[in-house]
Every structure is written in C-alpha cells, then in structure tokens.
C-alpha cells in the first residue's frame, strides 16, 4: 500500500512504556562508561579452518577495525567473519574469525586501540547474527542518591515486564535523517549509486516504521490500562467488551487479535488467535509480539492488529522485508551506586539486535 507522505516522515518522540518523570543524570558512550561483551551463539569446537580471535577494541568501528587486521595480514575485509557490528564510542569485546593461514602473521600484530585476547578454532567463518546478545557495563554520572533509588525502582519494572525493542538512535545517521533518504530512494524521488549506502537508508526507513508502529501501539496500551472501556471505545476504534478482555491482560503492551507472535527468544512465527492465552504465555517470557519491517515475503498482521500495522507499512519491493520482537527481556540485571561518586553502575544483557541505550532511554527518559 504507498503511504501518505507527510505525516509518517514527521519524527516524534516515541513513547516510553513506564511513566515516571525524567531523571537529571548525566550518559556519554565513552570507554570507560559504555562496555559491550559479545557472547557467541556457539561454543568454538577449538578445531578447523578458521582462527576465532576474541578482540578487544576501543574508539573504533567494527568496520575501522577489520579494515586494520585485513591491511596488516594481507587480505580482503570480506574475508573476516563476524556476528555484528559494535560502537564506536565505547569499549567493545567481539569475536571475529579468518583462515588460520593468517594465524603466524597476527602473532606480532600491535595497534595501540585493538588487542588480541585469545585464539581458538572452528570449522565454520563466524556469520552475522551468530550471536546470542551481548553483555553491557554502563555507567550513569551525577545521579542523586533521590533517584538512584528511582533507577532501581524503574529496573524492578523493567526485570517484571521488559521493555519495548525500538531500534537505537545509532540506527538513523549522525543527522538522524537517514530513513528520509530511505523513503526518498523507495518513492523514487532519490538515487544513490553506492549499494552499501542504499541499503543502509532503506533499512533505516523499516527501522523508522517499526519505531513508529511500536510507539503507538504502546499510545494504545497506556489508554486501554487508564481509562473506561467505554470512554476509549470510540478513539481507538475497539469494541468495549475487546477492550476489556484487553484490560484484564496483565502486562502493560497488550497483544491484539491478529498480532504476529513469535516464539522467545528463538522460534517461529505465528497469528495470536486465542489473545488471553497468548498474552499470557507473553507475560511468562515465552512468546512476545512482533513488529513489521516492510518488504517483500514479509508476514503482515491481520484483524485488528493490521489496522494498526497498516498505518505503518509501506509498499518496498527492492528489499525483503521481516519481523522484528516488539519487546525483549534483559536478563542479569544488576546495578550498583557509589554514593561518594554520585555513579550508578548498571550491568545486564540483551539479546541480539536490541539496543543498551533503549535501555537507558527508557530509565532516564
């Protein structure tokens, strides 16, 4: 279906799932503050073709370090394998894999921002999305011992229910004005010769929509849980006795007749027919809605919930389209405050594809 062109290229804020006031800390990805630990989605076998090397880097792109191995060793940077790409502003423990022959010539291989913290073996080239999440250190500066105490508070809801999957502001451009250049390419109103570049803005647009799906659909959920179903039915375009089957769901996103679900955190996808059964099983971390990132061969919605998917979906055929968890679960959540530095320490993981600093959005709002 072509979309209207001006309302969904307006960039609004995007709703926060928890309602507490803002907080007046301070977050810069840095280093010393903002540390990823890539966790594998396989043990290595310790035997094959292929070195596995446990990388640690600092201020520098994924795409900067492999474009320094491939130019010390002497190959193509497609010849390096890895699962995903990580911050530049942050400390990064990743793995990477490339033909042993290479293994010799990276033994005396020196940068003053990349360090080689192990070896191993295996027989296949690590791929994208050959991981099962990462493992975060974040540390939080000029927070109160007021809302310290807020943080865990907001951390204690988030461990209850999770949070929504929005993608990151990392995924729209240092402009963030990437999924206008997405929209432009898809409408045929831009051309852009470099493949890579196309790709991206295209893929920041689906990530735009998806965003803006989600953030209403959140809208929907805050109405359905504070208001009477008779006093809602009308703006939202529910029958009163849907909304309160809705009402009596207990997490806060509520799943819709017609929602696409998928197994979590690995599983296929499918329709929520029974809606009470399904948003239970949501509530117990076993299945969680999904959002549409538009394309070809991609699964839509139906029922009600492709009312409100269809507002956000577009008609791309140069790309497959997919679908994306509308909500994660972050595991190991611990956090720590040093009262006499006024810093919040936070730890925990998330599952690939989400986004550390969703998490902080969502605390500090």
């Known amino acids: 279906m072509p979309m209207q062109e001006t309302p969904l290229l307006e960039n609004k804020p995007l709703q926060y799932f928890l309602n507490h006031s803002s907080m007046d800390v301070y ?33 520098l792109a994924t795409w900067d370090a492999l474009q320094i191995l491939s130019d010390y060793v002497g190959c193509k940077t497609r010849d390096i394998g890895y699962a995903g790409l990580k911050d ?25 921002n990349i360090k080689i913290l192990d070896t191993t073996y295996h027989n296949n080239k690590i791929k994208i999305g050959h991981l099962k999440g990462n493992r975060f250190f974040i540390r939080l500066k000029h927070v ?24 990151g502001f990392q995924r729209f451009g240092i402009d963030k004005d ?35 799906w989600l953030s209403k659909r ?7 849980e504070s208001f009477e ?32 679900m998928s197994h979590y955190p690995y599983g296929k996808i499918f329709y929520a027919n029974d809606i009470q059964s399904e948003a239970d099983k949501f509530r117990a971390f076993d299945r969680v809605p999904t959002g549409l990132l538009p394309g070809k061969k991609s699964k839509k919605a139906e029922d009600i919930a492709r009312v409100y998917e269809e507002k956000f979906d577009d008609d791309i055929k140069i790309v497959d389209g997919t679908r994306r968890y509308a909500w994660v679960f972050p595991t190991d959540v611990q956090s720590n405050y040093k ?19 969703v998490l902080i959005e969502q605390i500090i709002h």
């Open 27 to 59: 977050f810069k990805q840095s280093k010393d503050d903002f540390i990823v630990t890539e966790v594998p989605l396989y043990e290595f076998s310790g035997e094959g073709e292929h070195l596995i090397i446990k990388l640690r880097k600092r201020d």
């Open 88 to 112: 530049k502003n942050a400390m990064t423990i990743q793995y990477l894999s490339i033909h042993k022959k290479f293994e010799d010539k990276l033994k005396t291989f020196e940068h003053r």
């Open 144 to 167: 109160s011992p007021v809302n310290a105490k807020k943080i865990e508070e907001v951390l204690g809801n988030i461990v209850t229910f999770g949070m929504p999957n929005y993608f």
């Open 178 to 212: 990437n999924f206008i250049k997405g929209y432009e390419i898809i409408h045929g109103k831009r051309r852009e010769k470099n493949r890579k570049l196309s790709k991206m803005f295209i893929s920041a647009y689906q990530s735009y929509l998806f965003n803006n």
């Open 218 to 224: 959140i809208e929907v959920s805050k109405l359905i």
């Open 229 to 260: 179903a008779k006093s809602i039915s009308g703006e939202l375009g529910l029958e009163v006795d849907l909304i309160k089957q809705l009402q009596e769901q207990e997490h806060p996103f509520k799943v819709l007749p017609g929602d696409v």
């Open 339 to 357: 009262e006499e530095q006024n810093h919040m320490e936070l730890n925990f993981f998330l599952p690939k594809g989400s986004y550390a600093t």
